[in-house]
């Protein structure tokens, strides 16, 4: 074999091994775990007869894609502040309602309708919002307090 093509051959070798290590280097830096981002709650109180509502919106963003997303508000007066949320008190929570918003990422919303007596029955104050994100892998993320709120 003459030289040059000998050193064409090392020198690609060198390359290719460069791009396979730089490939093999990103994909272990990519946190395989659901990521959130833009997380956003607004709450309308009942007023007049008609009923109030809360609306909660985020970006999840995961490698496999994105399975689900459940929503749980909750009050910080409660047992939650003492014995924190785990995705297994999350399991039989309402789920919300994602559109994929380019790449690996959702836009997920969730709505939902609160009465007067609702409002009356329910401890008022600081509220947080809890999320449950699971990727189409099984990787998991949970965030107990992903946006909060107030009920006055």
Same mark, same amino acid.
């Given at each position: 074999?003459?030289?040059?093509?000998?050193?064409?051959?090392?020198? #690609?070798?060198?390359?290719?091994?460069?791009?396979?290590?730089?490939?093999?280097? =990103?994909?272990?830096?990519?946190?395989?775990?659901?990521? %959130?981002?833009?997380?956003?709650?607004?709450? @309308?109180?009942?007023?007049?007869?008609?009923? #109030?509502?809360?609306?909660?919106?985020?970006?999840? @963003?995961?490698?496999?894609?994105?399975?689900? %997303?459940?929503?749980?508000? $909750?009050?910080?007066?409660?047992?939650? /502040? &003492?014995?924190?949320?785990?995705? &297994?008190?999350?399991?039989?929570? /309402?789920? /919300?309602?994602?559109?994929?918003? #380019?790449?690996?990422?959702?836009?997920?919303? =969730?709505? #939902?309708?609160?009465?007067?007596?609702?409002?009356?029955?329910?401890?008022?104050? /600081? $509220?947080?919002?809890?999320?449950?994100?699971?990727? &189409?892998?099984?990787?998991?993320?949970?965030?107990?307090?992903?946006?909060?709120?107030? %009920?006055?």
């Amino acid at each position: 074999m003459s030289r040059r093509i000998a050193l064409s051959v090392v020198a #690609g070798v060198v390359v290719l091994g460069g791009a396979g290590a730089f490939a093999l280097a =990103y994909a272990g830096d990519q946190d395989p775990s659901p990521a %959130l981002a833009h997380s956003t709650v607004r709450f @309308t109180a009942p007023d007049g007869g008609r009923d #109030g509502s809360l609306s909660f919106t985020t970006e999840v @963003t995961a490698p496999s894609g994105v399975k689900s %997303l459940k929503v749980l508000a $909750w009050p910080e007066k409660s047992e939650f /502040a &003492k014995k924190p949320l785990t995705a &297994k008190d999350m399991a039989e929570v /309402a789920s /919300a309602t994602c559109t994929p918003a #380019g790449g690996h990422t959702v836009r997920c919303v =969730y709505k #939902g309708g609160m009465t007067a007596a609702d409002i009356a029955s329910s401890p008022h104050g /600081a $509220w947080h919002i809890a999320v449950l994100a699971t990727a &189409k892998d099984g990787h998991t993320t949970l965030d107990t307090k992903a946006a909060d709120f107030t %009920l006055a």
